[in-house]
């Protein structure tokens, strides 16, 4: 155990590593600046930690290390990124690299510790990825349990495994997802290092934001996103943050994603008791409007009717929604089953609610 803690402790403190942990803010964050969800959305640019917008699609190589080893958690330690080494390595955590492809088109690298003989030939290979990244807030919101009130077995479970919700807090996250991987040998890939400034995201957080080259004023880094703004969603508060709405649904139909569908659009009216000069629409495609609880409501909550007046309190979010331009053929599809149907890649702004809606009004059904 002494020898594992002198390992560990010494692999930390070398150089050539900086950890960049989940759920870590840094040291003395300055004051945020306000920014409003439709105004990043629509004027500015997210560039992601490897480096570039996200939703780009990148190849990186990276070895799996164990840190620490009293936890499963895994953790890639990203050298190359487009065939570039990389003078500082990434290192990113197993839960944030996620597979996004059928088992038919995309496999899954063996890696398990105890059942993966790749953990004997760590030094001769490699694993290599080909990902896009997304963005989004994870975690539970400052004043979950307060909303969701008294806390039920499993909810206190859920708490005991996340070391309650003060450690697991309500942050932007950023993720990998891979449509391809394989191992390679690592004497293939190049090992002189990479001379353009690093990407954004790569090594120590205030470095990075100094020497980070953006490639137009409009652009936003990631570390910048998350760390120096405070996104105000389309409720008018930070995302995060509480509101009890009241509005109104209607049955449309729409063209997106280079077909015509019919949705449920939910057009609020009135927020925290104030009414709106404008209404505000979210639709329920894609889990825009979705109910986020540790248990199912009882009663279940009916699915919305043409006309159906509700109120509920709900908490406003942020994420990307949606697949990166170029899918289909990244993960190998043939021509005849190119997929038109695919979702096109943006941020969009979610509502989430814990509590069962209370229905004021339901669609009068038109008699037989």
Not at 102 to 120: A, C, G
């Amino acid at each position: 155990m002494k020898l594992s803690c002198l390992l560990m402790s010494g692999w930390l403190a070398c150089s050539l590593l900086s950890v960049e942990l989940h759920g870590q803010p840094p040291k003395n964050t300055p004051q945020r600046t306000e920014i409003h969800f439709d105004d990043l959305k629509n004027n500015h640019q997210i560039i992601g930690r490897l480096g570039a917008p996200v939703g780009t699609f990148h190849t990186i190589h990276g070895t799996w290390k164990r840190i620490d080893f009293s936890s499963k958690q895994l953790y890639l330690l990203i050298t190359h990124i487009d065939f570039k080494c990389l003078r500082e390595p990434l290192l990113l955590p197993e839960n944030q690299l996620i597979k996004c492809g059928s088992d038919m088109f995309t496999s899954k690298l063996k890696i398990d510790p105890e059942t993966s003989t790749y953990w004997k030939h760590r030094d001769l290979f490699c694993c290599e990825y080909r990902v896009f990244e997304k963005i989004g807030f994870t975690g539970l919101p400052d004043d979950y349990w307060k909303e969701t009130g008294s806390q039920t077995k499993l909810e206190l479970y859920y708490a005991k495994e996340n070391q309650e919700s003060r450690n697991q807090p309500f942050e932007l996250t950023s993720y990998l997802f891979y449509v391809r991987s394989k191992f390679v040998k690592v004497a293939d890939l190049p090992r002189k290092v990479h001379s353009d400034p690093l990407p954004a995201g790569q090594g120590d957080t205030e470095k990075s934001n100094e020497t980070t080259e953006l490639q137009s004023p409009g652009d936003i880094n990631f570390l910048d996103l998350r760390d120096r703004y405070r996104v105000i969603g389309r409720l008018g508060k930070p995302v995060g943050e509480y509101s009890t709405i009241r509005g109104v649904w209607k049955r449309e139909r729409v063209f997106r994603d280079r077909r015509t569908v019919r949705i449920m659009r939910f057009y609020v009216t009135h927020i925290d008791g104030r009414a709106l000069d404008k209404s505000l629409d979210f639709d329920q495609r894609d889990g825009i409007f979705r109910r986020f609880s540790l248990e199912p409501l009882d009663p279940s909550v009916p699915q919305p009717e043409e006309s159906d007046v509700w109120e509920l309190r709900v908490v406003e979010s942020m994420r990307c929604s949606g697949l990166a331009k170029g899918y289909n053929s990244e993960l190998g599809y043939p021509g005849c089953l190119e997929l038109n149907w695919i979702p096109d890649f943006k941020l969009i702004s979610s509502l989430s609610y814990h509590l069962h809606p209370e229905i004021i009004k339901h669609a009068q059904k038109p008699k037989n």
